[in-house]
């Protein structure tokens, strides 16, 4: 059986970032209400990108490492823009030092 993570685009704007093995019906539950309590507050949502793995623990994984990704990186890897992903990381790395040097 395949499993999925996916991110959804809520009615706000905001992204939410899952991981399961029924991909249709996983949408549905966020749409109706039933799915994470993030989503709940902030319906419809809108499937607007997935990946599909054959192990739910590699999706899960992947769930895990995207969540972790600024709205700007998300959006690079939502729009096909594979070559920003770098570059985004390489930017987030670099303000992370500044910063640091600063204190």
């Not at 749409?31 to 192990?55: C, D, I, S």
């Not at 998300?74 to 640091?100: M, N, P, W, Y």
Request: hydrophobic content about 30%; overall charge positive; aromatic content about 10%.
């Amino acid at each position: 059986m395949s499993s999925y993570m996916y991110i959804l685009k809520c009615s706000d704007g905001s992204f939410y970032t899952g991981s399961t093995q029924g991909l249709e019906k996983r949408v549905q539950e966020h749409n109706m209400g039933v799915g994470a309590n993030y989503t709940r507050k902030h319906l419809p949502v809108e499937l607007v990108y997935y990946e599909e793995f054959q192990r739910i623990d590699d999706a899960f994984a992947r769930e895990k490492q995207v969540q972790g990704w600024s709205r700007a990186k998300k959006k690079a890897l939502i729009q096909g823009q594979f070559g920003k992903l770098t570059d985004l990381s390489k930017s987030t790395a670099s303000k992370r030092l500044v910063a640091e040097d600063k204190n």
